[in-house]
């Protein structure tokens, strides 16, 4: 294997004290707790792991955790109010709103319910337009994360070639913007892309972000292209017993990795990064809330 690893869960680990170096001194220094309230509706399985997960590192890091579980039964009408409750409630800096919602609840008129300044997620219309238009905006965790690896291996990202698979509105559009923001050259592709290996083999920078297990091979990538995979996909791995799977990414990761520069392995890479940031927004959205200066480093 050529390429260096990227190493997304000591990257994580590394931000999270860096957060909790910030939560310390906002206490000491102004008795300020940033808090963090995720509202989990109904009981998908994936989603509580998660939910638990993002709750023990917002402790960890010393923040205030308030957590909201909510029956699949619940209405629209109330994880409306309890949103609202929670824009008007001053000890609760981030709200987030774990997706996938029930089939009867409208995501985005939730989503879109929570106030923008406390949006650490980031997917409001309000912060879509901000981040799109360069101004000052909460930006999506995952992308955030990539961002933030990207510039730890490259540092300046001015003039480089971007390709970003995939346009999702959670990972890929908002991918673009920030590279943007960073002046690189971008190209968002896609299932309707023509010739989409000679896309990718002109980029120094590859988000696959497409949800298609091991779809980019290593004869795609440019010979010491940075490589991001931020897809977490799970196929059947029989080699392991009968009905066992195993995590792999959007790019094949051994012929990948024999070409590019750098990239991120699948577990280990993109994933750790997205609770992390997550947490670096709330202490950004608790900033900005008290009219304090933004921590560096924490955001794009």
Same mark, same amino acid.
């Given at each position: 294997m050529a390429a260096e690893l990227i190493d997304g869960k000591a990257f994580a680990a590394e931000l999270r004290e860096r957060v909790a170096g910030h939560v310390a001194g906002l206490r000491a220094a102004h008795g300020i707790v940033p808090g963090l309230a995720v509202v989990l509706v109904g009981e998908d399985p994936a989603s509580e792991v998660y939910v638990r997960n993002k709750g023990r590192q917002t402790v960890e890091v010393g923040m205030a955790s308030f957590e909201h579980k909510l029956v699949a039964e619940t209405s629209e009408a109330a994880l409306l109010d309890l949103v609202a409750r929670l824009n008007g409630d001053d000890a609760v800096h981030g709200i987030l709103v774990q997706l996938p919602l029930p089939a009867h609840i409208d995501a985005d008129a939730v989503i879109n319910a929570i106030d923008p300044a406390k949006d650490v997620d980031g997917f409001t219309l309000s912060n879509v337009g901000l981040l799109g238009t360069g101004q000052k905006a909460m930006v999506p965790c995952t992308p955030l994360g990539c961002l933030m690896m990207l510039k730890d291996r490259l540092?300046?990202?001015?003039?480089?070639?971007?390709?970003?698979?995939?346009?999702?509105?959670?990972?890929?559009?908002?991918?673009?913007?920030?590279?943007?923001?960073?002046?690189?050259?971008?190209?968002?592709?896609?299932?309707?892309?023509?010739?989409?290996? =000679?896309?990718?083999?002109?980029?120094?920078?590859?988000?696959?972000?497409?949800? $298609?297990?091991?779809?980019?091979?290593?004869?795609?990538?440019?010979?010491?292209?940075?490589? %991001?995979?931020?897809?977490?996909?799970?196929?059947?791995?029989?080699? $392991?017993?009968?009905?066992?799977?195993?995590?792999?990414?959007?790019?094949?990761?051994?012929?990948?990795?024999?070409?590019?520069?750098?990239?991120?392995?699948?577990?280990?890479?993109?994933?750790?990064?997205? %609770?992390?940031?997550?947490?670096?927004?709330?202490?950004?959205?608790?900033? $900005?809330?008290?009219?304090?200066? =933004?921590? =560096?480093?924490?955001?794009a």
């Amino acid at each position: 294997m050529a390429a260096e690893l990227i190493d997304g869960k000591a990257f994580a680990a590394e931000l999270r004290e860096r957060v909790a170096g910030h939560v310390a001194g906002l206490r000491a220094a102004h008795g300020i707790v940033p808090g963090l309230a995720v509202v989990l509706v109904g009981e998908d399985p994936a989603s509580e792991v998660y939910v638990r997960n993002k709750g023990r590192q917002t402790v960890e890091v010393g923040m205030a955790s308030f957590e909201h579980k909510l029956v699949a039964e619940t209405s629209e009408a109330a994880l409306l109010d309890l949103v609202a409750r929670l824009n008007g409630d001053d000890a609760v800096h981030g709200i987030l709103v774990q997706l996938p919602l029930p089939a009867h609840i409208d995501a985005d008129a939730v989503i879109n319910a929570i106030d923008p300044a406390k949006d650490v997620d980031g997917f409001t219309l309000s912060n879509v337009g901000l981040l799109g238009t360069g101004q000052k905006a909460m930006v999506p965790c995952t992308p955030l994360g990539c961002l933030m690896m990207l510039k730890d291996r490259l540092g300046d990202l001015s003039g480089l070639d971007a390709v970003v698979i995939g346009r999702s509105n959670i990972v890929g559009k908002p991918m673009a913007q920030l590279l943007l923001g960073q002046s690189c050259t971008v190209t968002i592709a896609h299932s309707r892309t023509r010739d989409l290996p =000679e896309v990718v083999r002109r980029a120094d920078i590859v988000v696959a972000a497409v949800g $298609r297990p091991e779809m980019v091979p290593g004869d795609w990538i440019k010979p010491g292209a940075v490589v %991001i995979d931020v897809g977490i996909n799970r196929i059947p791995a029989p080699e $392991r017993g009968e009905g066992k799977t195993r995590l792999v990414g959007d790019c094949h990761f051994e012929s990948c990795a024999a070409v590019a520069g750098a990239i991120t392995p699948v577990p280990g890479g993109v994933g750790p990064m997205t %609770i992390a940031c997550l947490l670096a927004n709330t202490v950004t959205a608790c900033c $900005r809330a008290h009219g304090l200066p =933004e921590p =560096e480093g924490l955001t794009a």
